[in-house]
Each structure stands twice: as structure tokens, then as C-alpha cells.
């Protein structure tokens, strides 16, 4: 399996799980990891976009609250 796939199928799997919790979603992402250590690579990396998209959302709101101070007084 390629990376590129790999991280795909993770990537998917990833969504699932955090768009739906449940246990089988979670024994698929836990029977996949199993499957080939590549595929644990692969989930890191599809966190590690996620985490990284997540913060390049964050940044812009927290930059304009330190610009424009503490709403609370």
C-alpha cells in the first residue's frame, strides 16, 4: 500500500471516529492500525494534519483578541 493511501484510509478512519464515536468505528481504526506498522505512520500523520489545520483555523481568532484586549471587564 502506498503512503499516500495509507494515509487516506487514515485519514477516513480518523473522520469517522470523530464524526460518529462508536465502537465499531473504533475497532476498524484499531484492526487497521494492526494490519501494518506503516499504517500507525500514516494515522500520525493524518493527526498531525489535522492538529495543524486546526491551529492555522485557531490563529487568526487568537491573534485578533490580543489585538483587541479582553472582552471581560
Same mark, same amino acid.
Given at each position: 500500500?502506498c503512503?499516500? /493511501?495509507?494515509? &487516506? /484510509?487514515?485519514w *477516513?478512519?480518523?473522520? $469517522?471516529?470523530? &464524526?460518529?464515536p462508536?465502537r &465499531?468505528?473504533?475497532d $476498524?481504526?484499531?484492526h487497521?492500525? @494492526? ?5 500507525v505512520? *500514516?494515522?500520525?500523520?493524518?493527526? /498531525?494534519?489535522?492538529?495543524?489545520? @486546526? *491551529? *492555522?483555523m ?12 479582553? &472582552?471581560? $471587564?
Amino acid at each position: 500500500m502506498c503512503t499516500e /493511501t495509507a494515509v &487516506d /484510509t487514515a485519514w *477516513a478512519l480518523f473522520c $469517522q471516529l470523530h &464524526d460518529a464515536p462508536s465502537r &465499531d468505528h473504533a475497532d $476498524q481504526l484499531i484492526h487497521w492500525l @494492526g494490519e501494518d506498522p506503516r499504517h500507525v505512520r *500514516a494515522f500520525d500523520e493524518a493527526l /498531525t494534519l489535522w492538529a495543524l489545520a @486546526g *491551529a *492555522a483555523m485557531v490563529k487568526p481568532v487568537l491573534e485578533e483578541v490580543r489585538r483587541s484586549g479582553p &472582552d471581560l $471587564q
